[in-house]
């Protein structure tokens, strides 16, 4: 019985994937049938040796049933245990996959494109319990389904590389890990680990274990590529097996990431040049995986949810490089001379393009963008050849992970923007929004966010051009001090974390950047940043956290401005003002509150604006113009209030004829003593297409103009005012705004 039970025993250790044969021996050991002096004498075929024979036999056999696999032509794949043993402390157990032909890639549905429920998203937003009917098929980046040869074998680890075989390469990853607040186990997936950082793993433990004599001279470690994954991960699938599917991180491929060719493709690497390296594996946010997703994200990010997993095969491989992309409209033929720009006439007052689309929603190539039927969170710039270039980020929804950024153009001269370009992406990666801003040296910045893992903050990616957006730098992540330690941007003050970047840029007299970043927390509200060296570093210039009790509270102090999106004026004598948005959780008086700091931005002061309070769907914008006054767009009534309880209050205005009356939806104001009075206020008419989302509220009357939006704001240096809302463009001079609204016609 006892002979049995080791044979059973052997085969169940087997199925869990130990067969090293210390342990073996250890655990005949602890079973007290077989003494050391048992391995090397006694009887021939003694019960013992019985026992440790069929115990090492039928643990063969159970590995070789749990790691079983079938080739494209029928032949095993066989997780074979490496019978020398890497330098790492682990046993790895390798998937030998041998060469073959596999269609690669998935068929999106009908509405991969379609934007989520506009009721179920606005639910979602203020309730974060509620989910969006959101499109859970494959993404439009998994088309088309297409032929892929991989022309050699190769063995791809049945595992992820763990953070205990990872210190052994960087002794110091541990101490990095525990100090974002994360627990270290040795036996996990190591995370945290950039894209360099693995192939620089792989290329040193090639190295040792060639010297060691555990790896032959012709084969290496590397990551495996997308395909490669894909072709393993697949057949496992059709077997039942659960190849990369248990648990929630991704792994690192080697490719870099582009959509894919509509062509056969051999031993593919993805395309020679990119911004963007693709990781396999992860589970979306409703826990789903699919073996065809693809993710990406910057080759320098460290994410807790993304590892990698080693391939081995022969040296030297190379692959085959994809076409590159055809250059977009909007990148082409770019202006490279100076514009002249000539004062723009004062009077009379104008106003252009009322109504008008600078990103149409019925776009041709919508699944090459993507373009997903909406897009928000606007930003534009003007450019030193005359050019204006504008931003949106398009999604299904605003936490979805399927996002991107588009680019269009305004020629100066053209009354047509160009097609949009897809500007910038992470696949299956939240990166809400952009923002473009022109420096007095002419460089065109841009910023985004990427959303975040585990909870951490936001982390923000930093391009520029030099030839007003012909073409860009490569993306990098920058540094938020005191947030700028292992991993970037990832640590927490207390329960307040810092969210999206998506507010214009501010440039203060001496020449130093201002960017505002929402917080998440107890409290939310705006934090301040200051970059002294052109945006690549960054210090807070608030203290977010201090006194949260306070945050908002009339007559109250602490750390940072009261509420979100709130756009900043830096006044003449330094002090700093600053209006926030609530969602009507913390407006004071029924005002949005206003924010001063007489100390850089360390100390905050509320009280209220003389503002409507603001809610979802909505973001201001207050800029400095050329002669000093400040411009602010603002809303006559919260969306909670018009939308949702359909009881807008409006505001009264002073129109031409001299009677008051009272109009809803956008307004302008001018303020010329820092923001502390404003005047001139009137509606802003862009009324345009109504978007389905609010149009399915019934609202009780028709608007007189937007009263949702995103909006931001630039001036040229011919002083006209250039401003975008979600969907709309329009340009008017400073007049203008100094002119009353018309009087109302009288009925017929």
């Not at 080739?71 to 330098?87: F, N, V, Y």
């Not at 501010?506 to 970059?531: N, P």
Request: glycine letters at 10%.
């Amino acid at each position: 019985m006892r002979i049995l039970a080791s044979w059973g025993a052997g085969w169940l250790s087997g199925r869990l994937g130990s067969i090293e044969i210390p342990k073996m021996v250890a655990n005949l050991l602890i079973m007290k049938q077989v003494q050391p002096s048992a391995c090397v004498a006694g009887s021939r075929w003694s019960p013992q040796r019985l026992a440790m024979a069929g115990w090492m036999l039928f643990a063969a056999w159970g590995h070789a049933q749990t790691n079983s696999y079938k080739g494209p032509s029928g032949e095993d794949w066989l997780a074979k245990d490496q019978s020398i043993p890497t330098l790492a402390p682990e046993q790895q157990v390798w998937v030998r996959a041998p060469a073959g032909t596999f269609p690669m890639g998935a068929r999106p549905g009908p509405d991969c494109l379609q934007p989520a429920d506009p009721i179920q998203a606005f639910n979602a937003y203020r309730d974060t319990t509620v989910l969006a009917d959101e499109y859970q098929g494959p993404h439009w980046d998994e088309a088309p389904v297409h032929s892929v040869t991989l022309g050699a074998p190769f063995e791809l680890g049945a595992r992820p590389v763990t953070g205990a075989e990872f210190s052994r390469y960087k002794p110091e990853h541990r101490k990095e890990y525990e100090a974002v607040g994360k627990i270290w186990d040795p036996h996990a997936p190591v995370v945290l680990v950039n894209w360099e950082e693995a192939t620089d793993y792989c290329r040193w433990l090639t190295e040792q274990d060639r010297k060691e004599g555990r790896l032959a001279a012709d084969l290496e470690y590397r990551l495996p590529t997308e395909a490669e994954w894909e072709y393993v991960a697949q057949r496992a699938q059709a077997e039942g097996r659960e190849f990369a599917e248990t648990g929630d991180h991704g792994d690192w491929c080697l490719d870099w990431w582009a959509p894919y060719a509509d062509t056969p493709e051999t031993d593919p690497v993805g395309p020679e040049k990119g911004t963007i390296r693709v990781y396999r594996g992860m589970r979306n946010s409703r826990g789903a995986k699919r073996i065809t997703d693809r993710g990406g994200t910057l080759p320098a990010d460290r994410m807790s949810d993304v590892s990698f997993r080693l391939a081995r095969a022969k040296k030297g491989f190379r692959g085959t490089f994809l076409a590159p992309e055809p250059v977009a409209r909007v990148f082409q033929e770019v202006n490279q001379k100076k514009f002249d720009w000539k004062p723009a006439k004062t009077e009379p007052p104008f106003f252009s393009g009322a109504g008008g689309e600078y990103i149409s929603r019925q776009q041709k190539k919508a699944m090459s963008l993507p373009y997903w039927g909406r897009h928000h969170v606007p930003s534009i710039t003007w450019c030193d050849n005359g050019d204006l270039l504008a931003t949106v980020m398009t999604a299904p929804n605003d936490g979805s992970g399927q996002m991107a950024i588009l680019l269009t153009r305004r020629r100066a001269g053209q009354e047509q923007w160009d097609p949009p370009a897809r500007f910038f992406i992470l696949p299956d990666r939240e990166i809400c929004a952009a923002i473009l801003y022109h420096d007095r040296d002419g460089t065109i910045h841009h910023y985004s966010s990427l959303g975040p893992s585990d909870g951490m903050n936001f982390k923000a990616v930093r391009r520029v051009s030099h030839d007003h957006g012909a073409t860009w730098s490569q993306p990098e992540i920058v540094s938020f001090w005191p947030f700028s330690d292992f991993p970037k941007n990832s640590f927490r003050r207390g329960d307040h974390r810092f969210a999206w970047i998506q507010l214009d840029l501010m440039e203060e007299v001496g020449g130093s950047l201002v960017m505002a970043r929402d917080t998440l927390g107890q409290a939310f509200g705006t934090a301040y940043f200051k970059s002294t060296d052109h945006g690549r570093n960054w210090h807070e210039i608030t203290r977010t956290g201090w006194q949260a009790d306070r945050l908002g509270k009339d007559g109250g102090q602490a750390g940072w401005a009261a509420g979100w999106h709130a756009p900043l004026m830096i006044g003449a004598d330094g002090s700093l003002r600053a209006i926030g948005r609530t969602d009507s959780k913390g407006d004071i008086h029924g005002h949005a509150p206003l924010s001063v700091s007489t100390d850089g931005g360390k100390t905050w002061t509320y009280g209220p604006s003389g503002f409507p309070g603001l809610s979802s769907a909505q973001r201001p914008v207050i800029r400095r113009l050329l002669d000093g006054s400040w411009l602010a767009v603002w809303f006559t009534d919260s969306s909670e209030r018009s939308i949702k309880r359909k009881d807008p209050e409006g505001l009264r205005i002073r129109d031409a004829s001299g009677k008051e009356r009272r109009v809803y939806g956008s307004l302008t104001a001018l303020s010329f003593d820092d923001g502390q009075t404003w005047k001139y206020h009137k509606l802003l008419p862009l009324v345009g297409p109504w978007e389905p989302f609010w149009a399915q509220f019934q609202y009780h009357q028709k608007p007189q103009s937007d009263v949702t939006g995103y909006y931001s704001v630039t001036q040229t240096p011919d002083g006209i005012i250039h401003l975008i809302n979600t969907h709309r463009y329009c340009s008017f001079n400073p007049a203008w705004l100094k002119e009353p609204m018309p009087a109302l016609s009288s009925p017929r």
